[in-house]
Structures are given as C-alpha cells and as structure tokens.
C-alpha cells in the first residue's frame, strides 16, 4: 500500500514521492490533526471564573455622589448587570473589538492566523482576539503571558464557553473583569473612575472613550502616564490617541448601524475627565463614617453581614463632606491652641471630643466628629461614648410640662395622672440653692433608702429674689438653674419627662435613672446624633425623623435600598415652638452666648455634669441641628476599670462647662455650615398653658444675675452635712410640706444634690448610684453605656 522507495522508477526518480502517496500523507496528517482537536475540544471544559475576576470592594460616596472610599476588597471592582450597562458601551466595545461576536463561534480564525504569523516573525502576539477569548483570558484563565501553549489553551476554552455560555454573559463578564486603568476594574469602577459617575448613566462619547481605554490606559489615559513612558504617555499624546481611537470608534458604530449620524455628531471632542484620584484611607474620619454607614446599611435588612463583607455594592451616604472637614477643622483648632498633654499632663491627657450634625428637615447626618482617628482611636465619638448629657437635658422637662402639664397636688397618683396643668414658661419656680426636693404633692422624695435629696445650682447659687426665690421658666432655662427643674420634672413626673426624651427621638436604652429626680439634670448618656436629632424635633415644630446616614444601596442587579424619610408629630406645634423659643433666650442672653451666629437665629443649651466629666452644646437653626460634646477617657484599653476622668484645670481652665469649647467649638463649626444657607427665623410660638404658681407678686429677676461663664466655672463644694445647711431637727413621718412652700424645711436627712453621694452643684447632675434594678445594667466596665447607638441596643 506504500509504494516507497518507488519500485517502477529508477536514479534520483525513485525518491521522488508519487502524488498518491503525498496526498495520503496530507490527509492521514490532517485527519490526525482533527481527530486530536476533537478529542481536545471534548476533554476541555469550562473553567470556573477566577477570584480575582470576580473580587469586588464595596464604594462609599459622599452626598454629592462623588466616591469618598472603595473598602472591603483587593480590587477596585463592583460588577453589574448587563442592563445596567448602556447599549452604548456593549455597542462600542462590538464595533471596536469584534463585530461579529455574537454571529461567531467565540474564536476568529484570520485572527489567530494573524497572531500566530506575528509569533513566527518574532513579533508581538496581541491581536486576534475576540471578546470571548479576552473574556477567558482576563477571568477563566488568568494569564496574561503571550505563549504559544497558553494561546492554544484559551482557543480551545474560547470554543466551548461559545458554545455553552450565552453572549450576554460573556459579553457582561468581560466589561466587568477587563481593567480601565486607574485602578479600575470593570466598567462601574470606570464609569467613577474618570466621569464619576455611574456606569448605567454613560453617554455614547463616554462608553467610545473608555473603549479606546481597554486598549491600554498607559497610552489612553488623557491624564498621562509619565512615570512609565515619560516621553510616550505624556497627556497631550495620551489625548491625541484617545480622540484619535474614540472618533475612530464612533464612525464604526454608525458604519455597523449601532448609532446616528445625528447622535454621532455631538461627540466630537475627548469628554471632560476628572483627575485621577488615590483611594482615601480609613484613618481621620473616613473610618467612623464608614462604620455608621455599614451599620445603616446592615439596619436596613437587606445586605447580611456576609454579603457585605462579599463587596460589590455602592453605598451612597448623607455625609458632607465640605462639613465633615468643617467639623474636623474645629475640633483640631481647640486642640492645638488650647489642650496640652506635655505642659500639663495631670489635665490635659485623654482629653475627647464628639460631634454630630443633623439636616432638621429630613434627618440626614451631614458631618460627624468620631475622634482623633479611625485607626487610633476606635470608639465613635458621636455614636457610643456613656458621657452624661447634663443640663442639655432639661429642654425634655420643659416640653414634658408643656405637652402634659402638671400634676395637681391635691389628688391620689392615679387621679393626678389625669387632672394636670399644662405650664407656661412663665411659670414660677425656687431659684433656690439646696433645695429640698418634693413628690408632686409636697411629700418629701426619699429613695428606697430613706434618704432625701436637696438640689444644689451651679456655684451653689440661689437665683430670684428671697425669701421665696421665684424664678420663671424661661430664666431658670437660660441661667441653667437645676432646683427648679428638677422640682418641675418631680411635678410633672419622670416618666412623662422620660417619653419626652423618646418621643423626641432619643433611644429608650440610653435612659438612665429615671426614678432619680436628678433625672431631669441628664444623667443619661445618648449619643452626639441622638441629641442633635432630638433637637432638631424642636426646630422642626415638633416633627420627629429618625437620624440616617445612607441614602440608597445599589449592586450589580441595581437599587435594592432607598431610605424613605418618615416624620411623626412627637409635640405640637405649640409645644416645640416655645421650647424653642425658651431655647432662643439662652443664646441670645444666657450661658450660651458663645454659640450666636450673627445674623442668624440660633437656639441651644449648654450642659454640664456634676464632677465636670463631661460638657456639651447642642443647639439648632431652622435648618440644621448640631450637638458637640467633651470628655476626659482613658484610650488604653489595657487600664482596668477606666472611668471618666474630671476636667478641672482643662486647657488652662478653672472647670470645663458647655459655655466653654463645647460651644466655642460649636460656633466655629456652624459658621461654616450655614454659609450659602438662606437665613430663616423660627416660628412665633403661640401662647400656652398657665403659669403655675401666679401668685400677686411680681415676678422677680434674679439677684444678682450672673454672667454666663460665673454661673459655670465654679468648682462644686464638699456635700455639707446637715449642721451646715442649718437645717431644723427631723420632723414626724407625717408632716409634709406644700408643693409650693419653698422654704418649708421638714427633713433633718438632708442630702446634697444626690441624697449625700457626692456635689450636685454643676449645670447638670452626675449619677445618684442607684441599684442594679434601677440602672437597669446599661453600663460597662469601660465605662460606656449600650444603647446609645444609632441602631439601639441590637446595633
């Protein structure tokens, strides 16, 4: 059957192969050749997509939509869904690339033809690729190296995942794995990367640009890259090819009938790209903002935890980020002109800030303050700290009077829940210092012990006119007088002042101690958002919305969370006007004169803790509500039992108070933030309720009346026992005095502020030390109370 050598041919003829024989060669050769390659194509399956295809980070963005952080994973990648990616880009690509990819059979023989002649000269193997073997090659095979042996692997992968993948998802996979330079990955990172904006929102110009882009960045980027090809990637010539590839790219999509001529006319030029920028760390405030913004994302129930963790989703926040480095900026001003560790270590270590800043009309946290750093300081200074809000408080008492008044003292405690007197903030109550405190009617408080409990004011000061010392609400309000609020928080009852907390929006969790009659002085420990947020209910004529930090969450499928703004009327408009307006008298001419805003309105109250452990301001205009607050914590963790330390001597001062740098720092933030905002006054508040206790005389004006700041900086006396408060003997159980007989003195078991525990003498009042049961077990061993986190207890 092998007629060789030749048996019929003689001399050199004999070794010449007859065309029979040739030809049998030719297709013996062949047909091995076609049997191999079926037996390959049969053997070869479809890889799995490899991890580094399919990494995806999670892309935080600031409120005006521009990218603030891309965390959580090693690639800048967030993949979408094909219909999130305009027809532009799919078209672009497909003209440009492969304009017979969905007609193919995912390989293009002249191509491969072509490329494996150039790998025979030597030369460059680019080339000949289709859109599926680049699919392959960047997410199956995961090898960039231009080899023989890994060109025939990605041919033959190429033919099968032709076959069993459909075009779309090939077409998908390849737009979200290939890299666009800048980090990049994929056409969502892209579309941020140089329009910021996101991928489905791409114009025809854009998607033929960022395909030139596909063929290198280093070449096509208009930006440049000199530091690789310091005379080739220079912007003008990285431009002058980008525009070159985008028209070139443009006229084919006419040509294949994937655009007009029309809508082709308007991109004639390079679309105007941002510069490129590194992603931001997590340190400063990136990382607190970034935690409040997982913690609402996880909120809302539609992302686990681990899906989370998984990346690809785009969170879009309500952060400020103008505001945000306004905050920041005011904050660090107070620390390096004012808080010195190495001249005086005694005082000046451990020293904490805290910020949070609420739009009133809808709940949006603008700016917060953490702390020093994310990566430094851990804990979120405007989200979970345990410091006592002190005198910041008694705004809760007041619209508690005016939303359910007063009980009458002269029904049982059932009855009285139902007979009461709304009050007027010209109400009268005692000014005076050392107060005795009385039950709604006139019995004398004691705790489960026994013991009474006599109010000190701030600097152990009685303010009004003896012997009765009356004082309306509204100057017991901006002199920040504790006896007569805790007196009136008695009288209306710390349960109704409690739901006023609540209703204005602070968490039930953080409430603290509300059978204490220090409870009205705010020894409960909410978060710097809470406070803001519940101020913002009275700036608001009583509407309630809840603090929220992200606007929508999107993926690969598109939007799956969009935050609704729900409001609930906590107070009526009556109510929350005239705290307000009450609230407008302590700026105006009161301890928080340090917080006015020339030319605008501004209402706010400073706050204060007994043992100076903590100051606050919070305060509001009609558009924007902000809580600042100050403490000394240790950061080491390894102390044990760390507690607040006080803040005598702070920043070279005699006492810390919310006059202070609480509010020093409040006014220079906000000064800021309302730049370019409309001025607006609050609303005229409507008369309401009565004024308790209107007696014939007139109503007296403090004597003398202290400054703000000698109202504040007055370091609390030792608790004086009862021979120095010239208290009478003790009298019977059964004698009491009347709710307004101020200077009926019953009880020889005179407390000093808190029942003989400690000075009560500050703007606000520290803790009573009540028992397990009546704490309710919310605090920690460092010191910090649960439940004062903007997701509550669960969060």
């Known amino acids: 059957m092998i007629d060789y050598p030749r048996h019929d041919r003689d001399g050199w003829h004999r070794w010449v192969p007859s065309w029979r024989l040739v030809s049998g060669l030719c297709i013996a050769f062949f047909g091995c050749l076609v049997g191999a390659a079926g037996l390959a194509y049969a053997m070869v399956s479809v890889p799995v997509i490899d991890e580094s295809a399919t990494a995806q980070n999670n892309v935080y963005y600031w409120a005006d939509n521009t990218q603030m952080v891309a965390t959580g994973g090693d690639r800048n990648r967030q993949s979408v869904d094909l219909s999130q990616i305009p027809k532009a880009m799919r078209n672009a690509v497909i003209s440009q690339e492969n304009k017979t990819f969905y007609s193919d059979s995912g390989i293009d023989p002249k191509g491969i033809a072509r490329a494996v002649f150039n790998m025979a000269k030597g030369g460059e193997t680019q080339g000949g690729s289709t859109i599926t073997q680049q699919y392959v090659k960047n997410a199956m095979l995961n090898d960039q190296s231009q080899t023989i042996s890994r060109k025939v692997k990605e041919i033959f992968v190429s033919i099968k995942v032709g076959t069993d993948v459909s075009k779309d998802d090939i077409l998908a996979g390849y737009l979200n794995s290939a890299y666009y330079g800048r980090g990049a990955y994929g056409i969502q990172a892209a579309a941020r990367a140089y329009f910021n904006v996101d991928a489905v929102d791409l114009n025809p110009g854009q998607c033929a640009f960022l395909s030139a882009v596909l063929k290198g960045a280093t070449y096509y980027d208009p930006a440049g890259s000199v530091s690789i090809d310091p005379t080739g990637a220079t912007p003008e010539a990285n431009k002058k090819r980008a525009l070159s590839q985008m028209q070139d790219t443009l006229d084919k999509m006419v040509e294949y009938g994937h655009l007009s001529q029309t809508e082709r006319a308007k991109y004639t030029e390079l679309p105007t790209t941002q510069n490129p920028q590194s992603n931001a760390k997590l340190g400063g405030q990136i990382g607190y903002l970034v935690r409040l913004a997982q913690s609402s994302v996880l ?18 926040t309500t952060f400020d ?14 620390y390096k002109e004012k808080i010195d560790p190495k001249k005086r270590p005694e005082t000046d270590t451990h020293v904490q800030f805290g910020g949070a800043s609420i739009d009133t009309r809808t709940g949006a946290i603008k700016a917060i303050y953490g702390g020093e750093d994310a990566t430094k300081h851990f804990t979120n200074n405007a989200d979970v700290t345990g410091a006592q809000v002190g005198s910041t408080f008694k705004p809760f008492v007041l619209s508690a009077a005016m939303k359910w008044g007063v009980r009458d003292p002269d029904l049982g405690p059932v009855q009285a829940q139902d007979e009461r007197t709304v009050v007027s903030p010209k109400s009268l109550y005692s000014g005076k210092n050392n107060l005795k405190i009385n039950n709604y009617d006139g019995s004398i408080w004691e705790n489960e012990k026994g013991e009474q409990w006599r109010q000190e004011n701030d600097g152990q000061d009685s303010v009004g006119d003896p012997p009765n010392y009356k004082i309306d609400l509204r100057e017991a309000m901006r002199e920040s007088v504790n006896s007569a609020y805790v007196q009136l928080g008695m009288d209306v009852g710390l349960d109704k002042v409690k739901e006023a907390a609540v209703d204005a929006g602070l968490l039930e969790d953080s409430l603290t101690g509300a059978s204490f009659p220090s409870f009205s002085l705010g020894i409960s420990d909410p978060s710097a958002i809470r406070m803001a947020g519940a101020y913002a209910t009275f700036a608001e004529s009583g509407k309630q919305r809840e603090p929220y930090s992200v606007t929508k969450v999107t993926n690969r499928n598109g939007t799956i969370y969009t935050h609704k703004v729900e409001e609930k009327q906590a107070f009526t408009a009556k109510v929350a006007d005239n705290v307000t307006d009450v609230l407008k008298t302590v700026v105006d001419k009161g301890t928080g004169t340090n917080a006015q805003l020339p030319g605008r309105e501004v209402a706010g109250k400073t706050g204060t803790t007994d043992g100076n452990k903590s100051a606050w301001f919070v305060g509001y205009t009609p558009q924007l509500s902000t809580a600042i607050s100050m403490y000394r914590y240790p950061d080491d963790e390894t102390i044990k039992d760390r507690t607040f330390l006080e803040m005598y001597g702070t920043g070279g001062e005699k006492q810390i108070h919310g ?23 609050f609303p005229e508040p409507e008369p309401i309720g009565e004024v308790v206790n209107d007696e014939p005389s007139p109503t007296p004006t403090p004597s003398p009346s202290p400054s703000a700041s000698e109202t504040e900086e007055v370091t609390p006396s030792p608790t004086p026992s009862p021979s120095d408060t010239g208290t009478s003997p003790s009298p019977s159980a059964t004698e009491t005095c009347s709710v307004w007989d101020w200077n009926c003195d019953d009880g020889s078991n005179a407390g000093n502020g808190n029942a003989g525990t400690g000075p009560g003498g500050s703007e606000g009042s520290e803790s009573p030390s009540p028992s ?22 669960n969060g």
């Not at 397990?772 to 207890?793: K, V, Y």
């Open 772 to 793: 397990a049961s009546e704490t309710g077990g919310d605090g920690d061993n460092n010191g910090n109370s649960r439940g004062n986190s903007i997701l509550g207890p």
């Open 299 to 316: 909120k809302s129930g539609k992302v686990t935890e681990q899906q989370l963790e998984k990346g690809g989703y785009s969170i879009y």
């Open 659 to 681: 006059a202070s740098f609480p509010s020093t720092i409040w006014q220079d933030y906000m000064s800021d933030a309302v730049k370019g905002m409309k001025v607006e006054k």
């Open 321 to 334: 980020k103008k505001k945000v480095d306004e905050m920041e900026k005011a904050v660090q001003k107070v």
